[in-house]
């Protein structure tokens, strides 16, 4: 099998759910989905979503390990949007011994986890898949991230997974690159200038691999602080780029801004 470069994708509002004519759903389902047909379809897919917080220092990485045969509740973590987002299902299953793989390489590399039986998928992981993966028929691992811990923590996680690509296994980062929905502009079509300019530094370090800059991104970054008021849809970027530390290539798959300044820049590694 050839290997299955890992993704970051940009997973917007909810609302990419319903939103058929979405520049993204478009690009997930027209576009990016055609890589994954046939013998190249992944066996499983790992999500590290933006929606699942856990302590790395305290708990570890977090990872469902639901059996096979047990389809995962839809999580609906949001709330005030229209009704039929509520009816919404994700019926994928789950994928134990790609869990039990990713659990032996974490601690491999002195990186702790946890196994967790019970969660459901949120909308950073099925607001994608339903549209890259329609019909849930590829089983499902899902990460949680830690914004509390460092952007380095977060890239030596994907450097612990980097053989899951040669595995058949799609690993997907799911986030955003400017989150800050206190700074949206409602009804904008335009890009905001400093949410441009964040992200065109964002792609010039990864594309230089400035991993010095990018784990230090508060201090060197324009517009930090605006661009990432947290860090837990932006750390799901590094777990992805992690994965291809001995190659060091990167390559932007999407780039666009809904709202003046919700990033959609996305990356494969």
């Given at each position: 099998?050839?290997?299955?470069?890992?993704?970051?994708?940009?997973?917007?509002?909810?609302?990419?759910?319903i939103?058929?004519?979405?520049?993204?759903?478009?690009?997930?389902?027209?576009?990016?989905?055609?890589?994954?047909?046939?013998?190249?379809?992944?066996?499983?897919?790992v999500?590290?979503?933006?929606?699942?917080?856990?302590?790395?220092?305290?708990?570890?990485?977090?990872?469902?390990?639901?059996?096979?045969?047990?389809?995962?509740?839809?999580?609906?973590?949001?709330?005030?949007?229209?009704?039929?987002?509520?009816?919404?299902?994700?019926?994928?299953?789950?994928?134990?011994?790609?869990?039990q793989?990713?659990?032996?390489?974490?601690?491999?590399?002195?990186?702790?986890?946890r196994?967790?039986?019970?969660?459901?998928?949120?909308?950073?992981?099925?607001?994608?898949?339903?549209?890259?993966?329609?019909?849930?028929?590829?089983?499902?691992?899902?990460?949680?991230?830690?914004?509390?811990?460092?952007?380095?923590?977060?890239?030596?996680?994907?450097?612990?997974?980097?053989?899951?690509?040669?595995?058949?296994?799609?690993?997907?980062?799911?986030?955003?690159?400017?989150?800050?929905?206190?700074?949206?502009?409602?009804?904008?079509?335009?890009?905001?200038?400093?949410?441009?300019?964040?992200?065109?530094?964002?792609v010039?370090?990864i594309?230089?691999?400035?991993?010095?800059?990018?784990?230090?991104y508060?201090?060197?970054?324009?517009?930090?602080?605006?661009?990432?008021?947290?860090?837990?849809?932006?750390?799901?970027?590094?777990?992805?780029?992690?994965?291809?530390?001995?190659?060091?290539?990167?390559?932007?798959?999407?780039?666009?801004?809904?709202?003046?300044?919700?990033?959609y820049?996305?990356?494969?590694?």
């Amino acid at each position: 099998m050839n290997r299955i470069a890992p993704l970051f994708i940009a997973h917007g509002a909810p609302t990419l759910a319903i939103e058929l004519d979405h520049a993204m759903n478009k690009f997930l389902g027209n576009k990016l989905s055609k890589q994954y047909k046939g013998q190249d379809a992944p066996k499983a897919v790992v999500v590290f979503t933006a929606h699942w917080e856990d302590s790395i220092a305290n708990n570890g990485v977090a990872i469902t390990f639901h059996d096979a045969n047990t389809v995962y509740d839809t999580i609906y973590d949001f709330y005030g949007f229209p009704d039929e987002m509520y009816t919404i299902k994700y019926p994928a299953k789950g994928a134990p011994q790609v869990a039990q793989r990713i659990e032996q390489l974490l601690n491999q590399n002195n990186i702790k986890s946890r196994r967790e039986y019970k969660r459901g998928l949120d909308h950073g992981t099925w607001v994608v898949l339903q549209t890259l993966f329609p019909g849930a028929k590829i089983p499902v691992v899902q990460c949680s991230v830690d914004p509390r811990s460092s952007i380095e923590t977060h890239y030596n996680i994907g450097k612990a997974l980097a053989p899951l690509a040669n595995e058949q296994v799609l690993v997907i980062g799911s986030g955003s690159t400017v989150h800050n929905l206190g700074r949206v502009n409602w009804g904008k079509k335009t890009p905001d200038a400093w949410a441009v300019e964040f992200d065109d530094w964002l792609v010039d370090r990864i594309s230089k691999w400035n991993t010095e800059e990018l784990f230090a991104y508060e201090r060197f970054a324009p517009n930090a602080r605006a661009a990432v008021p947290r860090s837990e849809h932006y750390v799901p970027l590094f777990v992805a780029m992690g994965m291809t530390h001995e190659e060091k290539t990167s390559k932007v798959i999407e780039r666009f801004y809904d709202l003046g300044s919700l990033s959609y820049l996305s990356f494969s590694f």
